[in-house]
């Protein structure tokens, strides 16, 4: 299983999920997986399909957000509408967890949820270095 961090009691991140985790996700909880994987990113990696397939499978919601570089207005909002709208626990993923962490960051602070210092002091803890996003 991927190394899931947790964010807060309703965020988690974490490095790329396969399809046949899904069920594990949902056991462990999560109701949404969030990706935010670009198809074709790495050579093997699932497609943003195949990995859709499995979580509804597994009885979670499946959001599609590829995120290249820094996430633009449009994937804030989306990213926030969907952790805002989600009916539990949301794990989102990318490669390592980062660009997850800082796009949900961003959307927090952009929204006035939790404030820049709240947000690197999270991220820390999850193992993520906030600062630079919460410029």
């Known amino acids: ?43 093997g990696q699932p497609s943003a399909a195949q990995v859709q397939a499995a979580a509804e499978a597994a009885g979670l919601a499946y959001v599609h957000i590829p995120v ?24 989102a993923f990318c490669r390592s967890g980062t660009r997850s962490i800082t796009t949900w960051a961003r959307g927090q602070a952009q929204h006035g949820d939790r404030t820049p210092g709240e947000l690197v002091e999270l991220g820390g803890d999850a193992g993520y270095d906030l600062s630079g996003a919460m410029r």
Request: net charge negative; no cysteine.
């Open 68 to 91: 290249v570089g820094g996430a633009s207005a449009d994937q804030l909002e989306a990213f926030h509408a969907a952790v805002a709208s989600a009916r539990g626990p949301v794990l």
């Open 1 to 43: 299983m991927a190394d899931i961090r947790t964010v807060t009691e309703d965020f988690a991140v974490a490095p790329q999920l396969l399809p046949a985790e899904m069920a594990e996700v949902a056991a462990l909880g999560f109701t949404l997986v969030i990706n935010n994987r670009p198809d074709q990113e790495s050579p």
